[in-house]
């Protein structure tokens, strides 16, 4: 079984940084997708950016440029740098390995 703990949410005036973490314990497998996504209210969970285990990047069109995912297998910890951050980018931030397990998110506002 895998359990995930995000952690690094908060609030952030337009244009400032965050960076997420998303701590995993559990067994895991080499080809996992690794991947952040988020959920504004009234709105439906959005992929952010995936991290292939052979270490592919898709990243969402609206965060490009703005947002970078990463990885440190040695700690099994997965980020997310998130720069120029907008009042839309303003949502529950999930951390997951895709079909295994979610976290429980992290609060992310932007605002003035």
Do not use: H
Request: proline share 3%; with cysteine.
């Amino acid at each position: 079984q895998v359990q995930l703990v995000e952690s690094g949410g908060g609030l952030v005036q337009p244009g400032g940084s965050l960076r997420l973490s998303c701590t995993a314990s559990g067994i895991f497998d080499s080809d996992d997708t690794w991947g952040w996504y988020r959920q504004a209210p009234g709105n439906q969970r959005d992929m952010v950016a995936q991290l292939t285990g052979g270490g592919s990047q898709i990243v969402a069109n609206s965060v490009k440029g703005r947002f970078t995912i990463s990885r440190d297998s040695a700690t099994n910890t997965l980020y997310l740098q998130m720069n120029n951050l907008q009042p839309e980018d303003t949502a529950v931030y999930y951390c997951t390995i895709v079909g295994r397990s979610w976290g429980q998110g992290t609060q992310v506002t932007v605002s003035s």
